[in-house]
């Protein structure tokens, strides 16, 4: 099964970057796309962005949209999420999803980015 470790978050001005990671430590067979979702306090996860696996098409939150985008490096098995103009409404515990075929999906221990203004 397929195993997620994110990496990357922490604490950021607004309107500065980071870049999470996220590698699948046993690799990506059976693999059909990568998403990220994040969690801020209070709240109910929500869809981030998404990526499939093969052909790389992408898909993002509105909220997000032209601002973060979503990445793979199929032979490394990791996934980023390029995150620029950061705004304090991207505070949140981010986490990385893998979307196998057939099987339920599979989630990372999240890593947390906070946006101060």
């Known amino acids: 099964q397929v195993q997620l470790v994110e990496s990357g978050g922490g604490l950021v001005q607004a309107g500065g970057s980071l870049r999470l990671s996220c590698a699948a430590s046993?690799?990506?067979?059976?693999?059909?796309?990568m998403r990220w979702f994040r969690q801020a306090p209070g709240k109910d996860r929500e869809f981030v962005a998404y990526i499939s696996w093969s052909a790389g098409s992408t898909t993002y939150a509105d909220s997000v949209k032209g601002r973060f985008t979503i990445s793979r490096d199929n032979a490394k098995n990791t996934v980023y999420l390029q995150m620029n103009s950061l705004k304090p409404e991207d505070t949140a515990v981010y986490y990385c999803n893998a979307v196998p075929a057939g099987t339920a999906s599979v989630w990372g221990q999240g890593t947390q980015v906070t946006v101060s203004s």
């Open positions: 046993r690799g990506t067979f059976g693999v059909i796309a």
